[in-house]
């Protein structure tokens, strides 16, 4: 019952806004002799544009812009004297969208004028900690977040609280920080078990979560046990969220090393992406099903869905998915034994990565940039890679990474003869392993 009284609440809040840019919409229209079926001709319905100008719905930013777009008129026309108001409801359009840098610098922009009161304020935090987790950017993530909790616990907004709580813990996970990410989930787990009320979905996410935590932890049976909870609960979830569901899953099984239940769960994933129109999504189950395929052995499957991945990503003109599909290729390239189209391919995700800011995106085209090297006989070329890739990592403390690297280095160095360096490196990179098992 809170829930449907809030949601009231914030379609009753947001409908000024929606009358005042339907009224502007209208007058545009009629100015143009246009009917509401020729402005929506091509994407929407007649319908759509007459809830639109009654006021009934807010317009998302790519209908505001397409329908400006057919007006002759730029978008800023049909907000008005509301930008201030539009910014806040912009941002959160991009953050639903995945436009996640542009969203963490709107919110960023929004904290900036200090003028939010501390229950809007709190908001703007959760909002920009969520789109930094998903640039990967934990350590920020994981401050903004905690502060959003404390916010929204002294407002008595427990639901919020909860919803900015899983991004603190998602940050923590980020920064390898297994104990506190595990500690916050839980804590979460038992407020769900004590009555708290939030969307069906929630609990789905923290249970994905906390199965990736033991996963990387390497505790397959508790992973799986928190997957199969989840997957029971699913069954009920639109298109849309099923698939997000059954991609995490996939991931999961694949990181677990359940090939077979990867494959069909990606399969599903990008049907159901598909339908429900969310191309980069698709591409990105596409990119993923490329690997499963590359663990398999099958390479033409692999390359296969490497370029369709590629084709969907360069249509939506992502940097950011294509550092990783371009890795992806390098990748089925050096195991197919071209070693110069691989290093030119991660070469490529290198440049990508760079340009996204994409950190995991880097230190993965590095490993692979490395190993094409080496297999090209330029281990000099490979170590200096290898040296940059794994000072970045330190300095972002990227675990993981760093270990993945420092174990590839140590191997060339070995390779050289200097026995010495070689036995230094693999004792950083045990050092790591050992400090993410114990955090």
């Not at 294509?322 to 030119?344: C, N, P």
């Not at 994409?358 to 006989?377: M, S």
């Not at 280095?409 to 036995?423: F, L, N, S, T």
Request: hydrophobic share 45%; glycine share 8%; aromatic share 6%.
């Amino acid at each position: 019952m809170q829930l449907t009284r809030t949601a009231r609440s914030h379609v009753e809040a947001d409908r000024p806004l929606a009358q005042r840019i339907g009224g502007r919409l209208r007058a545009e229209r009629l100015q143009r002799g246009l009917t509401q079926a020729q402005l929506a001709e091509g994407r929407y319905t007649k319908a759509y544009v007459s809830a639109l100008e009654n006021g009934h719905i807010k317009p998302s930013m790519a209908a505001l812009n397409f329908l400006a777009g057919r007006l002759g008129i730029p978008a800023t026309t049909l907000m008005g004297e509301d930008v201030s108001r539009w910014s806040r409801l912009e941002a959160d359009l991009m953050l639903a969208s995945g436009d996640w840098q542009r969203a963490a610098d709107a919110y960023g922009d929004l904290l900036s004028t200090g003028t939010a009161s501390p229950a809007i304020k709190a908001h703007f935090l959760k909002g920009r900690a969520e789109a930094l987790c998903r640039l990967e950017r934990g350590g920020e993530a994981v401050r903004l977040a905690t502060e959003a909790v404390e916010l929204f616990t002294a407002a008595g907004n427990v639901q919020d609280a909860a919803r900015a709580a899983y991004w603190q813990s998602n940050g923590f996970y980020l920064l390898e920080n297994s104990l506190e990410a595990r500690r916050i989930l839980t804590g979460l787990l038992e407020q769900l078990k004590d009555g708290l009320a939030l969307e069906p979905d929630f609990k789905v996410r923290v249970l994905i979560a906390l199965a990736a935590i033991e996963s990387r932890d390497i505790h397959g049976d508790v992973a799986l046990s928190y997957l199969e909870e989840a997957r029971g609960i699913s069954a009920e979830f639109d298109d849309r969220r099923r698939a997000t569901f059954d991609f995490t899953l996939a991931l999961s099984y694949q990181e677990l090393g359940d090939f077979e239940g990867a494959l069909t769960l990606g399969l599903q994933a990008a049907a159901l992406f598909k339908a429900s129109d969310a191309q980069l999504e698709a591409a990105s189950v596409e990119n993923s099903l490329a690997m499963v395929y590359l663990k398999r052995g099958s390479l033409d499957l692999a390359r296969e869905q490497a370029a369709v991945a590629r084709r969907e990503f360069e249509r939506l003109g992502s940097e950011r998915w294509l550092a990783h599909v371009a890795d992806t290729e390098a990748q089925i390239a050096l195991r197919a034994g071209d070693r110069d189209g691989a290093a030119a391919l991660a070469s490529e995700a290198l440049q990508l990565a760079e340009a996204s800011g994409n950190q995991k995106a880097f230190a993965d085209a590095a490993l692979t940039l490395a190993r094409a090297r080496r297999q090209q006989g330029d281990r000099a070329g490979a170590i200096e890679i290898l040296q940059q890739a794994a000072e970045r990592a330190r300095q972002q403390d990227r675990r993981i990474q760093l270990e993945s690297l420092l174990g590839e280095w140590a191997d060339i160095v070995a390779e050289e003869g200097d026995h010495a360096r070689a036995y230094e490196l693999s004792r950083e990179a045990l050092a790591v392993s050992r400090t993410r098992s114990a955090s």
